[in-house]
Nanobody, 122 residues
């Protein structure tokens, strides 16, 4: 399984970005896909997740109402639409697969993408 995350960049506070995670090399119908982020000196944290088969979603409180996770089953791609970005959203963002349903803890995730950097300037 390979996951490729892209779409990061530099944006001003209040702006938007859309991250994409393209999955290949497996079948993902029973999986969940998650987005995590890690800022310098901080632990990796769950941001949002989606069940591949049903589209059920979950969000961290810090992004709820600002961001939307979605998936395109035909393209094997998961998206993270990030609106109203804040400087504290700056981090490397990773996508990952979870064979145990939609989980928030990173230990449940088995395949990880390489990450894409998001920098939000104030």
């Amino acid at each position: 399984v390979q996951l490729q995350a892209f779409g990061g960049g530099l944006v001003q506070a209040g702006g938007s970005l859309r991250l994409s995670c393209a999955a290949s090399g497996g079948t993902f119908g029973s999986y969940a896909m998650g987005w995590f982020r890690q800022a310098p000196g901080k632990e990796r944290e769950f941001v949002a997740g989606i069940r591949w088969s049903t589209g059920y979603t979950d969000y961290a409180d810090s992004v709820k109402g600002r961001w939307t996770i979605s998936r395109d089953v035909a393209k094997n791609t998961v998206y993270l639409q990030m609106n109203t970005l804040k400087p504290e959203d700056s981090a490397i963002y990773y996508c990952a697969t979870c064979p145990y349903g939609l989980q928030r803890h990173s230990d449940f995730y088995n395949y990880w993408g390489s990450g894409t950097l998001v920098t939000v300037s104030s």
